[in-house]
C-alpha cells in the first residue's frame, strides 16, 4: 500500500515526527541510489567484458578468421612451457645487458652453439615471438613490429642472423611455427581452427583482435626480463666465462692438432724410409 501525505499537511506534524520523517526518506534515497548505481556499474562491466574468441573483420585478409581476444589464454605461461627444458632451465642461447649510457651489447651461444646465423630454424620461436613484439620495450631500439618487414629488422639488429643478409620472406614459415604450436597448446582453451592475428589488406600490417597485442607485448617483456636480459655484472661475468672457455677449447684443438700432425709426419716419414 502507498501512503500519500500533502507536504503542507507534513509541516503541521509535531517537530519530533518531521525529523523522523526526514531521516528516514534519506535512507531511502540513498539505498536507492546505491542499488541504480551498482546496477549500473553490472551492466557497464557486461558491456565492456570481451568475449574470448572474435571474428577477423572483413577488410582483413582472413575475414571471419576466429581471433584469440583476451587473457583467456595465458602467453606468457604458453612461451616459457617452450623456453624452459624439463628440469626448468633456460634453453635459449641469448642474453644482452643495456650499459649506463642506454647502449646495448648482446652475448649469443654462451652455453654451445644452438644459434646457427644462416639456420632460421635454430633461432627460436620464442626469440622470433619477442622480436615480433620488441621483447616488450625492454631492448633499446627496437618496436613492437607492424609488418614481416620490422620484424627482420628487430632480427638483424639482434644479430641472430649474423653479419648475412636475408629476405623478409622467411618471416612467414617462422610465425608459422609460432601458429602451430599456439593451436597445439589452445586446442584444450578453444575451438580447433583458433588463430591469433592475420593482415590487414590495404597495408600487410598485422591484425589482432581484442586484448591480444596488448597481453603479447606484456609477455614479452615477462619472458625478457626472466630470460635474456642480464645485468652489466652478471653479464660481462658470463662473457668473461665463455670468452675464457673459448680460449681454453682453441688451446685443446691446437694441441691436438699438433699432436695428429706429428703423428702423420711420423708415419709418412716411416712409409718414406721402407721406400
Not at 126 to 145: Q, T, Y
Not at 152 to 157: A, D, L, P
Request: some cysteine; aromatic content about 14%.
Amino acid at each position: 500500500m502507498i501512503l500519500s501525505i500533502p507536504f503542507e499537511e507534513i509541516k503541521t506534524f509535531p517537530k519530533e515526527v518531521r525529523l523522523f520523517l526526514n531521516s528516514y526518506f534519506k535512507k531511502k534515497l540513498s539505498e536507492s541510489l546505491k542499488e541504480e548505481n551498482q546496477v549500473f556499474l553490472n551492466q557497464t562491466s557486461t558491456l565492456h567484458k570481451l568475449a574470448d574468441i572474435l571474428e577477423a573483420p572483413v577488410f582483413t585478409r582472413h575475414p571471419s578468421r576466429k581471433l584469440v581476444a583476451n587473457n583467456k589464454f595465458d602467453w606468457f605461461k604458453f612461451l616459457s612451457k617452450i623456453i624452459e627444458d624439463k628440469n626448468g632451465k633456460h634453453k635459449y642461447d641469448f642474453h644482452f645487458t643495456v650499459t649506463p649510457k642506454k647502449d646495448t651489447e648482446i652475448l649469443l651461444n654462451s652455453n654451445g652453439h644452438n644459434i646457427i646465423h644462416d639456420n632460421p630454424k635454430s633461432w627460436g620461436v620464442v626469440l622470433i615471438f619477442c622480436c615480433m613484439f620488441g621483447f616488450g620495450n625492454k631492448f633499446p631500439g627496437l618496436s613492437v613490429a607492424k609488418t614481416t618487414k620490422d620484424i627482420s629488422y628487430n632480427i638483424k639488429k639482434i644479430k641472430l642472423s649474423g653479419t648475412k643478409e636475408f629476405s623478409s620472406k622467411i618471416i612467414g614459415p617462422l610465425l608459422k611455427s609460432i601458429t602451430s604450436l599456439f593451436q597445439i597448446y589452445a586446442h584444450n582453451y578453444y575451438i580447433k581452427d583458433i588463430h591469433w592475428f592475420t593482415f590487414i589488406k590495404a597495408n600487410n600490417e598485422f591484425y589482432f583482435a581484442g586484448e591480444t597485442k596488448d597481453l603479447c607485448i606484456k609477455a614479452a617483456a615477462k619472458i625478457t626480463q626472466k630470460y635474456f636480459f642480464l645485468s652489466n655484472e652478471d653479464f660481462y661475468e658470463l662473457k668473461n666465462k665463455v670468452n675464457t672457455f673459448n680460449e681454453l677449447g682453441k688451446e685443446v684443438l691446437e694441441n691436438e692438432y699438433l699432436e695428429n700432425a706429428g703423428r702423420i709426419f711420423e708415419n709418412n716419414q716411416k712409409i718414406e724410409d721402407k721406400l
